[in-house]
């Protein structure tokens, strides 16, 4: 990522100062204007009649020189705004907004949040869902579903499930998260919730109970927490968009578990690669794969990284999953997707 920007900055450097060449080369020609203008030779009465007093002349040369220089310091604010967004906050980079990605950042305004008889915490709006499900009920059992799930892994790896604490990276607006609060409540479990999105980690601020530990998070690998502070870090869906410092991200989950802690996160492998060849004329496919995805009807090597800053997607091969994640995590197991709603596969490690 950092590459990235940084290389992207050096071909906008050049671009300001070719802007800014240009301006010294138009200011020049507007002053040889000038100069031509004051040594033409004199002319007919009738011409000169015609022709702009002096003072005229010098001002409209005047008036020139100030509309380039508007122009370009137009141009040039333009240039240097465009970088500001695009690559100081990186505002697009997997997914996310953060929403200080604007220059004066105001409180995020939601829609009312949904409420479902029996459910003890409110649903967020769509607009503020991850997924498309199509009813509050969808996005409730889809949810409750991979959480299982997570519960499941947790429980072959850990030697108890009593007061855990657990959290959820990248997790959006509480999609999983939310179906832990009967754990909070009967079972001291603390929970947190990390993404990089700050919308979506304003929206979960303010409208689950404090017990849910939220926090922005950050592009770079650093996590505002404690060595050994966690028993469980799940991610559903996040690996697979992390192309830059996936290894480094690794080390920094493996610091905040506990020694024999668990890390489940979901990945794409060859099976998910299979999925997009297969829907390769789902214009949701198209617009977030390259054509070498749609193109190769198998994956074409051990691992491939895909996109830029607006999307990316990442991909390893199952035994490259155990290979490479398995220089930082003990017995690391990759699982096939489940039956239902996902096409990627889990991924379940044990921090030494
Ligand atoms: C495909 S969405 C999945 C959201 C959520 N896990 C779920 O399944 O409902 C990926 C999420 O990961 C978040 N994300 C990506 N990179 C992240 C990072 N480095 N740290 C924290 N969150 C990240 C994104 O903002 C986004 O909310």
Same mark, same amino acid.
């Given at each position: 990522m950092?590459?990235?920007a ?9 671009a300001?100062? @070719?802007l ?6 138009l200011?020049r020609?507007?002053?040889a204007?000038?100069a031509?203008k004051a040594s033409?030779p @004199? ?6 009649s015609? /022709?702009?007093a002096p003072s &005229?002349?010098n001002?409209s040369?005047?008036i020139?020189r100030?509309?380039v ?5 137009h141009a040039?604010e ?11 906050? %990186?505002?697009?980079?997997a997914?996310?907004l953060p929403?200080?990605y #604007?220059? $004066?950042?105001?409180?995020p305004v939601f829609?009312?949040? *949904? @409420?479902?008889?029996? #459910?003890? %915490? ?7 869902r991850?997924?498309? /499900?199509?009813?509050d009920q ?7 579903y991979e &959480?299982d799930?997570i519960?499941?892994?947790?429980r ?9 604490s657990i959290m ?5 607006s509480?999609?999983?998260? @939310? ?5 909070v409540?009967?079972? $001291?479990w603390q929970? /947190?919730g990390?993404d990089?999105?700050? &919308?979506?980690i ?14 922005t998070?950050?592009f770079?690998p650093v ?14 869906s996040v690996f /697979?968009?992390i192309k830059? %410092? ?7 989950l493996r610091?905040?578990?506990k !020694?024999?802690?668990?890390?489940? $996160?979901s ?9 997009f060849v ?6 949701? *496919?198209?617009?977030?794969?390259? !054509?070498m995805i749609?193109?190769?009807k198998q994956?074409p090597?051990d ?9 990316n997607?990442?991909?390893?091969k199952?035994d490259?999953?155990? #290979?490479f994640?398995g220089?930082?995590f003990?017995d690391?197991k990759v699982?096939? !997707?489940p ?10 490690? &044990?921090? !030494?």
């Open positions: 950092i590459r990235n940084l290389r992207a900055m050096s071909l906008a450097v050049p300001i100062k @070719r800014s060449d240009q301006r010294d080369s200011l020609e507007v002053e204007l000038k031509e033409a @004199r002319q007919t009465a009738e011409m000169r015609r /022709t702009p &005229r002349s001002d040369a005047a020139a100030s509309d220089e508007a122009i370009v310091a040039i333009a240039a240097k705004q465009d970088i500001r967004s695009e690559y100081t906050s %990186l505002p697009r980079f997914y996310h929403f200080d #604007e220059m $004066q950042t105001m409180p829609d009312e949040p *949904v @409420r479902v008889d029996g #459910e003890p %915490l409110p649903l967020p709006p769509v607009a503020e991850h997924g498309s /499900t199509t009813t969808d996005y409730l059992d889809w949810g409750r &959480r799930i519960l499941g892994y947790a072959d790896v850990l030697p108890s499930m009593e007061r855990i959820d990276f990248g997790c959006s509480g999609r999983i998260l @939310r179906h832990f609060y009967p754990e409540k009967e079972n $001291q929970v /947190t990390v990089v999105s700050a &919308r979506r304003e929206w979960m601020r303010r409208n689950f109970p404090p017990e849910f530990q939220v926090y998070g950050s770079l996590m505002p927490f404690e060595d050994n502070t966690f028993d469980i870090i799940y991610g559903m /697979t968009h830059y %410092l996936w290894d480094l991200w690794l080390l920094e610091r905040i578990l !020694p024999g802690g668990v890390l489940i $996160q990945v794409h492998t060859e099976h998910a690669w299979d999925y297969d829907h390769a004329d789902d214009p949701a *496919v198209r617009d977030s794969l390259g !054509p749609i193109n190769h994956m090597a691992f491939v990284y895909y996109g830029d800053l607006d999307k997607q990442v991909f390893w199952k490259i999953v155990v #290979e994640w220089r930082y003990d690391v699982y096939p !997707p039956e239902r709603y996902s096409y990627q596969n889990w991924v379940v490690a &044990r921090k !030494p």
